[in-house]
């Protein structure tokens, strides 16, 4: 318990430094890292690679820098098109658009922040949600702290099954369990809470907007619960039938479909007289473009097995001799090029001039930079901790306390694993063996622990600081991570707490 204890410093140093001191991610993860170094050298000294310290720093530090260039690899094209619909005044035509939906900004930031950014998670996954719905949200209004949060929280229940169904891929390598049953248990398991999370959605959205008379409590829990059962009804059936591919997306679609319908039944439209004299305005589809054409190459290239398996085939790849550090990049599946893509096709379809083309990308490369050091040190803290088994240490006296009652802690684990290493499909794959092997020894389902950590894990992304990272570069507030914690926080602990808690319930029937 002791040594658990002393592992959590790494973790515990980052969290009060950015809570309490208001660090930004890049210093606090800098002197995480360093505790994390000052632990390696006097209490976990790679004991499973021989008590090599030089080789187990090295490896760790070549997987951190090469996870951070694959992660880049998003953040450049994702900013590179925020800044080209500044340019090409695409925003201020899809604010206006978007304004046409409803009269109350409110709704229209609710279907962005849980639909759309739901949409995104089930077809690309690796941060292109938050990264993409973040901009639409300031584009009608809202604070970039605030749409940062808001899309940070929208999307998480959708993260359970990821960039279609990846998440899911380490649980069935590790249990032999049959795809669906992992599905059916952690849908039904995220059900149960996360028809919360558009509620608490809405009222963060709510809270945004100041400038407008107070949205009537029935409407915003109302559509909060709507918004919940359009999409989690279909998400549920998906994931019970089908299995863990299309959960997210599917569910995004349908209840996108009908929230949207619902709204332009309710609302009043905003039919503002045209000025003759002001600029012809770019029309909605081209000034949607590139995002519509990042769904189609997505679903494209996830939903066509063929096409998926030919661009999957062209891997990057590295390993040490021994196999115990590598790395995989698949340049032409990456939801990076798919951005890329969709940014010069985008680009082209706007009309955009060579010199805003090259300004969106100097411009996004700028802000590379200090982002590029803090995703280094955070991921290079979360590589050292799991290589030197600080996180199993954790992991197994968090075990060996609760005993029985481990489904109460499950997702805690699932979330600390997110927390980490920034990747729900990261946290599965560090963590399944041990929930696995866990839950045989106290006599639960593992079908149930699986889906306890997969949902545990999906959490963990809107507080994961190499995430909170990648979204606050996207809308160019870097360096204000700690503020996008302090409300992302609040609203993690409790639905993790409620996970268990609903875990264990089900442990017990």
Do not use: C
């Amino acid at each position: 318990m002791t040594e658990a204890l002393v592992a959590l410093l790494p973790i515990a140093t980052v969290l009060v430094l950015m809570l309490v001191a208001r660090w930004s991610a890049v210093r606090a993860g800098a002197v995480g890292l360093v505790v994390a170094l000052v632990l390696v050298v006097f209490v976990f000294p790679f004991e499973s690679l021989g008590n090599d310290i030089l080789y187990g720093l090295a490896g760790s530090f070549a997987e951190a820098i090469f996870t951070a260039l694959t992660i880049l690899w998003i953040i450049l094209p994702a900013l590179a098109i925020y800044r080209l619909q500044v340019e090409t005044g695409a925003v201020d035509s899809l604010r206006s658009g978007l304004s046409e939906l409803s009269s109350d900004p409110r709704l229209t930031a609710l279907v962005v922040a849980w639909f759309f950014a739901l949409l995104l998670e089930g077809a690309a996954g690796f941060g292109t949600s938050a990264a993409l719905a973040a901009p639409f949200l300031m584009a009608i209004g809202m604070a970039p702290v605030a749409a940062v949060v808001a899309a940070m929280v929208g999307h998480i229940v959708g993260v359970t099954f990821g960039a279609v169904g990846t998440p899911v891929v380490p649980m069935v390598t590790a249990s032999g369990l049959e795809p669906v049953e992992i599905s059916s248990s952690m849908a039904l398991q995220a059900s149960t809470v996360g028809w919360i999370v558009p509620v608490v959605t809405a009222l963060i959205i709510a809270r945004a907007y100041t400038d407008l008379d107070p949205q009537p409590r029935a409407l915003r829990w109302g559509l909060g619960l709507v918004a919940a059962a359009a999409f989690l009804i279909p998400y549920v059936l998906i994931a019970m039938f089908v299995g863990p591919e299309l959960p997210t997306l599917g569910g995004a679609i349908v209840g996108g479909a009908v929230v949207v319908l619902l709204i332009r039944r309710i609302s009043e439209r905003n039919h503002a007289a045209v000025d003759p004299d002001a600029p012809e305005s770019m029309s909605l589809a081209k000034a949607m473009a590139p995002y519509l054409l990042l769904v189609a190459l997505v679903l494209v290239t996830r939903l066509v097995p063929p096409l998926q398996e030919a661009l999957q085939s062209v891997q990057i790849s590295w390993s040490t001799d021994d196999g115990v550090f590598s790395g995989t990049f698949e340049p032409f599946y990456h939801p990076g090029t798919m951005l890329f893509i969709a940014f010069l096709a985008g680009a082209a379809i706007q009309g955009a001039r060579p010199n805003q083309l090259g300004g969106a990308l100097q411009g996004a490369g700028k802000t590379l930079v200090p982002v590029g050091l803090a995703l280094v040190a955070m991921l290079s803290l979360a590589r050292i901790m799991v290589n030197s088994d600080m996180v199993a240490s954790i992991a197994s006296a968090a075990a060996d306390a609760v005993g029985g009652a481990w489904p109460l802690l499950a997702p805690s684990v699932g979330a600390l694993g997110t927390f980490v290493t920034g990747s729900a499909t990261a946290s599965n794959a560090l963590f399944s063996d041990l929930q696995i092997a866990t839950a045989e020894a106290v006599g639960v389902d593992a079908a149930l622990i699986l889906g306890s950590q997969g949902l545990g894990a999906a959490l963990g992304n809107a507080i994961a600081p190499h995430n909170l990272i990648a979204a606050a570069a996207v809308v160019a507030i870097a360096g204000r991570e700690n503020e996008i914690l302090r409300r992302t926080l609040p609203v993690v602990i409790p639905l993790v707490i409620a996970a268990g808690a609903v875990a264990l319930v089900l442990a017990n029937l």
